[in-house]
Structures are given as C-alpha cells and as structure tokens.
Nanobody
Framework: QVELVESGGGTVQAGGSLRLSCAAS????????MGWFRQAPGKEREFVAA????????SYADFVKGRFTISRDNDNNTLYLQMNSLNTEDTAVYYC??????????????????WGQGTQVTVSS
C-alpha cells in the first residue's frame, strides 16, 4: 500500500504559476511510474504528465507541453508538478497517481494502483 498526499493547490491569476507536490508514504514509490491527472467539473479525468522511476523520462499531454514540468525526488519520496503560464482551462482537481507495473525507463502508465485525494487548482481571469 502506498499513500499519496497532494499539496500546493490554490487560486492563481491567469499567467501565474503553481507547484504541486505529492508525498508518498512508502519507499516503494521509487519503483513506481508516477503521474499527474486532472478532472475539471463535468469532464472526465485526463492525463497530464508522467515520469519514469529515476526521473529521466517524462511525457506530457499536448495541452501542457512547454508550460508544465513533472519531476520527482526519490530521496524524499516526493513527486512534483511545476505549472507555469496557467490559464483558466487549467482549472481542475489535480491528482497524483502511481503505477506499480511500469518498467524503469517507461512513462506509459498502464494501470493506476494508487491515487491521491486531489488538490484544487483554480485559475482566475
């Protein structure tokens, strides 16, 4: 069992930045593919970004490329999402996710085994 706890959400004006964090409860974190997803009101949950075990491989949804950066600190069992140039369409609940089945060099999340509780990000115009 891996518990994931997100933090760092809030309200920001369009064009601003936020940094989300996701703290994992167990050392097993370091052998999980990790990712961020988001869900806006009335919409399905969607993929945002993913990172491989060691952090060397990353992947992003097209709508965040060049604006968001995913990273991880395995020494501290923490996942991050740096979000820049935010716009109102980025308003959503952001979720941290872990896939225990991924290989060490892939960012393909095939099965989400653990979810965080979510953190609200609101971007005002």
């Amino acid at each position: 069992q891996v518990e994931l706890v997100e933090s760092g959400g809030g309200t920001v004006q369009a064009g601003g930045s936020l940094r989300l964090s996701c703290a994992a409860s167990r050392r097993a974190f370091i052998t999980c593919g990790m990712g961020w997803f988001r869900q806006a009101p009335g919409k399905e949950r969607e993929f945002v970004a993913a990172v491989s075990w060691g952090g060397g491989q990353t992947s992003y949804a097209d709508f965040v490329k060049g604006r968001f950066t995913i990273s991880r600190d395995n020494d501290n069992n923490t996942l991050y999402l740096q979000m820049n140039s935010l716009n109102t369409e980025d308003t959503a609940v952001y979720y941290c996710a872990a896939d225990t089945t991924t290989g060490p060099l892939t960012t393909l999340l095939r099965r989400i085994d653990y979810w965080g509780q979510g953190t609200q990000v609101t971007v005002s115009s």
